[in-house]
């Protein structure tokens, strides 16, 4: 068994950039907190992929935080008033 955020160090670590990131995003919509995942990696300084794991890290969060962004921006929205 494993744990989402150790899931995340290995999406980040091992699939390529662009997957990585999507996935990551993906993970964090359902809820893991990507700061954990960024003191994880901290922790594994000197590793294999890791230095390549915070750039895609770094990405996910950019991203996430921008469809963090559109996601309260379309809720503060008011219904369209034509049904």
């Known amino acids: ?3 989402p ?3 995340a160090e290995d999406v980040a670590r091992w699939l390529a950039p662009d997957d990585a ?3 990551l995003v993906d993970l964090a919509a ?3 907190d990507l700061a954990t995942v960024r003191r ?5 300084a000197g590793r294999r ?4 794991a915070h ?8 991203r996430d ?4 962004d559109l996601a309260r921006l379309s809720a503060a929205r008011p219904p369209d008033a034509n049904p």
């Open 49 to 52: 992929h890791v230095r390549r």
């Open 30 to 32: 359902h809820g893991l």
């Open 21 to 23: 990131v999507a996935r």
């Open 40 to 44: 994880r990696l901290t922790a594994l």
């Open 65 to 68: 935080g921008a469809q963090g």
């Open 1 to 3: 068994m494993t744990t």
């Open 55 to 62: 750039a895609v890290l770094e990405a996910a969060l950019e």
């Open 5 to 7: 955020e150790r899931t």
